[in-house]
């Protein structure tokens, strides 16, 4: 008697154990380099903390230490692990396709977030979680176009670029997005000049430097980040050179100070949480059998220096 | 059994013994706090940890007997990366192209060339200068990496070959290609320092360079044979890990070095020279890579591997210590 309630206990537990089992999934992520920035370090944090809002979702949170070789054994590790779908973000965008395609081979979905992987990997996953680059640089030519209307010189402002480094897919991607809607919006603003300015400040200063010599009239700088945006804001102020809207994306904390000063007009705000918490949700609604576009963008709102106090400011 | 035989006995078992700790630290652990049904002493699991102790550990390996020798050689995780964008850049040139799947063959023979070349002029700089090992292959450290980022740039070298890829994934009887180039390695050169004259003059130097000196031995040729060897091992690291992605960055392989000699020290090598063991170097691979998937199956940060690994380290300088008193103490007496 004892020992068949003890069995029958025994058999719901096992049998509520399995079905809770069932119900849980669990997610891998293997992330680029955390503490290298504190983009990098918030998402992550963010990454954990909505894993643990959600009960039916077990994360193995991994790091690869910017370390291919490493982040090719975590894949390996998280297929060992028979994870139920990966997320990764990668340290190089070519070199961790074949371990992409293992995953693939083991009919484990993969999420690829923040950065894509190379075109040639897009087979072996199953969705990207990331920022729309296109649409930063249209919303950026949409910022620098009011702003002109504003002030009343969108029939006659001349326009410099200064992108980020060639060949990268977000260089490409915010600069074509920017050039395309500019004329659009704006059919009479000129954009006269782009030079890279390869993410870097003091790069991106010295280009500056020379546009301000080459030409007497600017009147809008678009950077690619806001990094270079600064850099080019430093060598207006070094030349003296005032009333140039300085229009950003991916707004860093020394964007936002700049904006806080009125030196700086705008930018887009781009949150590691919500980076962080859209690739977690990509990979469960791809768990759920959800319809998920293949480029699954979340969204970066514009902030100028007009609403600048709806948003905190940048941790990096 | 003399003392002196138990003591080596000892220091050889050690990192074997801590290898087992660790197996069965992460197999009860794993079991109550992992959130993979998996279990940790899985054979598939066993076998993936064997491959992903190769690109390190075949660079530890050669570190060995550098080490041996009571040299260090920094320049390995930039010899790698340089290594590694020949044998990429080299299958999109014109004529390799026109070669088909026999440029991979090539490819690999111009990225091991590489490499031996390389070490050939960390070797030639000790031999003719006599400047420490530490301060040359510093420099070379820093200027083989300069040469990595005049390649490209900032750029990653990329070249996806299926075939390759196909090739570097595959197991035969079970074991991953990065596995057999690991065995093979450790066979060579073990059998190299336990029968070969040359291994028993790499004791010899490491011991006492001068009494090697005066033995006989041609100290300076023996080191620029030796750097060749790890640069072309630093190479063949990287011909075995990059074949299976086909892209570098140009900071690929940075602190390969550092890990490659935690390894050799955690192996029980002297970093004075004289003493140390190749299978002992292949424990000491094990070790790291061991805490690295382990800690990551019981979910513990990434960061706290390196913790861990110092902790582990000065433990075991200090048991290391301790033992070597204890010797000198019996002889006096």
Redesign the interface.
Known sequence: MKMTRKLALACTTAVLGSAAAAETM?IGITQNN??VDSYQTTYEKAFIAAAEADPNV??????A??????Q???M??LI????DAIIIWP?????????V??AHQADIPVVVTNSNI?E?GFDFIASFSGPDNITQGSRSAEIMCDKFKDMGIADEARVVQISG?P?YTTAIERAKGFEDRLPEVCPNVTLVETQPG?WNREKSQQVMEAFLVKYDDIDGVYAGDDNMGVGALNAAKAAGREGIIFVGATNFSVGYEAMAEGDYWGSIYQSPVDDAEAALQTAIDVLNGEDVPFLNYFDTPKITQDNMDQFSKPVF | MTPQDRKDLFKRGAIWAFILVELAFFSIVGDAISVSDKAFMNVDNMLLLLKQSAPIGIIALGMTIIMINGNIDLSVGATFALAAIVLLDSMTWPFMQSLGNWAIPLAWVFALLTGVALGAINGLIVWKTGVDAFIVTLASMLGFRGLVFMYNGEQPTSHLNWTLVDFAEAQFLGLHTATWFLLGTVLILWLVMTKTVHGRNAYAIGNNREAAVNAGIRVGPHFLLNFMLIGFLAALSAVVFYSESGSVNPNDGMLYELWAITAVVLGGTKLAGGYGSIISTLGGVIAIQLLRKGLGHIGADTQTVNLVIGLILIAVLILDRQLNRKGQEELKI
């Open positions: 669990t955390v503490g077990e994360v193995v949170v991994l790091d230490g910017g370390d291919v070789a490493r090719i054994a975590q390996e590790d060992q692990q028979a994870v340290t190089n965008g070519e070199a961790v396709i074949p371990a395609r293992k190379a040639q480094q060949g390869d």
